[in-house]
C-alpha cells in the first residue's frame, strides 16, 4: 500500500518559495548586420537566439512578477536594428546586458548561432555566453 500524504490547506507562510525561475526563448530567428567580413556588410544574415535568464521571483502569478519573454525576443530585435556589430560575441553581450537591465536577472546566458558563417560544411557557429549580475 502506498503512502499518502495528509491533505491540508495552502498556507502562502509555510509554503515552499521559488527562488530562481528560468525563463528562456530558444530558436529566435532574427536578420541582423553582423561580421567582419567585407561580404558581411551592408546586408544582413539570419542569427538564431537562445537566451535563458535566471529570475528571482516568489509565486508569480502575473505577467508583470515575473520577466515577459517577449521583452527578450524584442530586445534581440532592437539590437539587431541598431546597426552593423562585427562579432557575434559582441551581440550576445550586449544583449546579455539589456537583460540583466531588469533587477530581477541575475543570470544571463545568451547563444547566437550563425547558420550561414561555415555553410555548408558546418550547420552553423557561433558563440555562448554567461553574464552573472555581480
Do not use: S, W
Not at 537591465?101 to 560544411?121: C, Q, S
Not at 558546418?122 to 558563440?127: D, F, P, R, S
Request: with cysteine.
Amino acid at each position: 500500500m502506498a503512502a499518502t500524504l495528509p491533505e491540508t490547506p495552502f498556507d502562502p507562510a509555510t509554503a515552499a518559495r521559488i527562488v530562481v525561475a528560468r525563463v528562456f526563448v530558444r530558436g529566435l530567428k532574427i536578420e541582423a548586420e553582423v561580421g567582419v567580413y567585407a561580404h558581411e556588410r551592408g546586408k544582413t544574415q539570419p542569427l538564431i537566439v537562445d537566451v535563458e535568464l535566471d529570475v528571482t521571483t516568489v509565486h508569480a502569478e502575473r505577467l508583470a512578477q515575473t520577466v515577459n519573454y517577449e521583452t527578450i525576443a524584442t530586445a534581440a530585435r532592437e539590437l539587431a536594428a541598431e546597426g552593423h556589430i562585427e562579432l557575434v560575441e559582441t551581440f550576445a553581450e550586449r544583449l546579455a546586458e539589456r537583460c540583466l537591465a531588469d533587477p530581477r536577472v541575475t543570470r544571463a546566458r545568451v547563444r547566437v548561432e550563425k547558420p550561414l558563417a561555415l555553410a555548408p560544411h558546418a550547420e552553423a557557429a557561433g558563440v555562448e555566453i554567461t553574464a552573472v549580475r555581480v
